[in-house]
């Protein structure tokens, strides 16, 4: 696991205009999410990083290669970065789920870190991926990394690397366009 990283999530896509869960299904990056992306880029630019593990999924490798070819880093795909797994409710509004799943919102809200989307998974188990996560990225890194991926997934990593609870980890936020820098248990924003 690196000792430091910075951690960006994937540019605005169409699906977060549209307020649809996006889970492993994609969507392409707006012009906004285009632009964040090369913001995030410049952001970084003079760090240092020449590693950029990034999610497989299309909305997070697609910023990753702007963030790595203006940085002028490699990418790595880490299919563990990838986003929760929204299963049957991915592509879907929240409307649109609780007319097909009415009990869905309730008992999300009831236990919202170990709930499972229907055939997908639950924060819980994205956890352990995002162990996984850090470990495939601190191994496959040349100095200090720079992971792109998703809000959720996102959450579980920040938590790892800084020892949140589930609360804790659960109330993270991670707007579009904005990097964090992690080193053991302390963030901040770039």
């Known amino acids: 696991?690196?000792?430091?990283?910075?951690?960006?999530?994937?540019?605005?896509?169409?699906?977060?205009?549209?307020?649809?869960?996006?889970?492993?299904?994609?969507?392409?990056?707006?012009d906004e999410g285009l632009a964040q992306s090369r913001a995030i880029a410049?952001?970084?630019?003079?760090?240092?990083?020449?590693?950029?593990?990034?999610?497989p999924l299309g909305r997070a490798l697609r910023t990753a290669q702007v963030v790595a070819e203006r940085l002028g880093a490699q990418v790595v795909e880490v299919p563990e970065l990838a986003e929760?797994?929204?299963?049957?409710?991915?592509?879907?509004?929240?409307?649109?789920?609780?007319?097909?799943?009415?009990?869905?919102?309730?008992?999300?809200?009831?236990?919202?870190?170990g709930w499972a989307f229907p055939g997908g998974e639950s924060y819980a188990q994205a956890r352990a991926r995002a162990r996984k996560a850090l470990s495939s990225c601190g191994w496959a890194a040349t100095g200090t990394p720079l992971l792109v991926t998703h809000e959720m997934i996102g959450r579980m990593l920040r938590a790892e690397l800084r020892g949140l609870d589930a609360p804790a980890a659960l109330a993270l936020r991670h707007p579009h366009g904005v990097v964090f820098e992690i080193d053991r248990r302390s963030e901040r924003m770039l």
Do not use: K
Not at 15 to 24: A, I, K, M, T, V
Not at 44 to 51: A, C, N
């Open 1 to 30: 696991m690196p000792e430091r990283l910075f951690l960006a999530r994937h540019g605005q896509t169409v699906w977060n205009l549209e307020h649809r869960l996006q889970g492993r299904l994609d969507s392409p990056l707006t």
């Open 42 to 55: 410049e952001r970084l630019s003079g760090i240092g990083i020449v590693t950029v593990c990034s999610s």
């Open 84 to 113: 929760l797994d929204h299963g049957e409710l991915a592509g879907m509004t929240w409307d649109e789920i609780d007319e097909v799943h009415p009990t869905a919102r309730a008992e999300r809200a009831a236990n919202r870190y």
